[in-house]
């Protein structure tokens, strides 16, 4: 059966090489350091566990859910949002709970793009925003993230025409993979911008939590932001949850609603157990979070004193549990992780996977702990280029 010309026009994932390489060295029975997935080692919070299973006791949960969110858990969303960035959002018509933010990023196109309509999707990038785009009909047009612009898009750089046609503009603060943060400022050109060409911010928070020093912002912390914008929240990485899948949606009520419209066509909202879960999570953030960041910042530091004396060159990150790395010498990124892989037996993520700017970088998750980090850096020390 021939596919659908929507779904022939999804790009080929760029990873079949490398996987095919990782399973070859597991059967080989080589000990495999994987630094690929952005997927936390670390188990979820025992309290959160508990809450779980207390919950899974009532016979109410087993039944379907509320399709945006049971209120309790949409109350302590909004709670969240108040408490953490200063913003009021009406729990019933401003948030809707989402199946992991990674489903409310792949649908939301299909509740305002048109086909043709433009996309401003960032380069490189998480890979749900161009993909939700082309699933909907739409036209991305990328725009890349450098070294030398703080990995923030050139706003100035986007013709009017593209502008003119554009309905969803996506930025990811902090970013993954390049694991750079927002200055207010490009915040609020952002907004500026939207609401001179009458499109939508759509900004994807998924590790506005995981940071070390400064807090980083919601868009919603930028006047205007609640005229244009909606923003992606996710529990996965900030409560080590990747596996519960849950998260939230927030902001302008047309736009959540519009969202919440495509939803209540195609799922049926989340387990009841695991928002009250996520309520209990969210609204205990304040102590649950703290020693799980401290965990992350120590493998950051480790890695990135290690990486530097190696002559590695990187931003160090500040936020998110990403090192995005400039490849040394002159191998591609494919090239260089593939000879990583084969030679040492470390999983690394070539830049290019995320988009075309990515190349010459590569991305390293520190989802592993210290022992296992120290083991790469000590076989990343005796690569010869
Ligand atoms: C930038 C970004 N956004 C969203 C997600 C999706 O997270 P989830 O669907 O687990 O909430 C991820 C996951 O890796 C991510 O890296």
Same mark, same amino acid.
């Given at each position: 059966m021939e596919l659908s010309e929507r779904l022939k026009k999804i790009p080929p994932y760029l990873f079949v090489e490398l996987d095919r390489l990782k399973s070859e060295k597991l059967k080989e029975g080589a000990d495999v350091i994987d630094l %690929? &997935? %952005?997927?936390?080692d670390i188990p979820t919070p025992p309290e959160i566990v508990e809450v779980a299973k207390r919950a899974l006791e009532k016979a109410e949960n087993h039944r379907y859910p509320s399709n945006p969110g049971s209120l309790f858990y949409r109350k302590a969303c909004a709670d969240y949002m108040k408490r953490r960035f200063g913003v009021d959002f009406d729990q019933e018509g401003e948030v809707v709970a989402l199946i992991g933010s990674k489903e409310g990023i792949a649908h939301f196109p299909l509740a305002f793009v048109n086909t043709g309509d433009v996309v401003l999707c960032p380069d490189p990038a998480y890979p749900v925003y161009h993909l939700g785009t082309i699933l909907a009909g739409g036209m991305p047009y990328y725009m890349p993230l450098k070294w030398e612009n703080d990995f923030l898009p050139d706003l100035s750089k986007i013709p009017q025409e593209i502008l003119e046609r554009t309905k969803i503009l996506w930025i990811n603060y902090p970013n993954n993979p390049t694991g750079a943060m927002a200055s207010r400022e490009f915040l609020q050109e952002a907004i500026k911008l939207a609401k001179r060409y009458n499109f939508i911010v759509a900004h994807d928070a998924a590790y506005v939590e995981q940071y070390y020093e400064e807090r980083p912002l919601s868009?919603?912390? &930028?006047? %205007?932001?609640k005229e244009v914008a909606i923003e992606f929240h996710s529990l996965s990485k900030t409560f080590c949850m990747t596996g519960w899948r849950i998260g939230f949606a927030a902001g302008k009520r047309e736009l959540v609603q519009g969202l919440a419209k495509v939803k209540s066509n195609m799922d049926s909202g989340v387990f009841t157990v695991i928002q009250e879960a996520g309520a209990y999570a969210l609204s205990n953030l304040e102590s649950l979070v703290p020693p799980l960041r401290k965990v992350f910042q120590e493998r950051r530091d480790l890695l990135s004193q290690e990486l530097s004396n190696l002559g590695y060159q990187f931003r160090k990150p500040l936020a998110t549990f990403y090192l995005w790395v400039k490849v040394p010498g002159d191998l591609s990124s494919g090239e260089f992780c593939k000879r990583v892989l084969q030679e040492l037996a470390i999983v690394i993520t070539p830049g290019n996977g995320f988009g075309e700017s990515g190349e010459g970088y590569f991305r390293i998750a520190l989802t592993v702990g210290e022992e296992r980090l120290k083991e790469a850096v000590k076989r990343l020390s005796t690569l010869r280029l």
């Open positions: %690929g &997935v %952005g997927d936390p868009i919603f912390e &930028v006047d %205007g932001a």
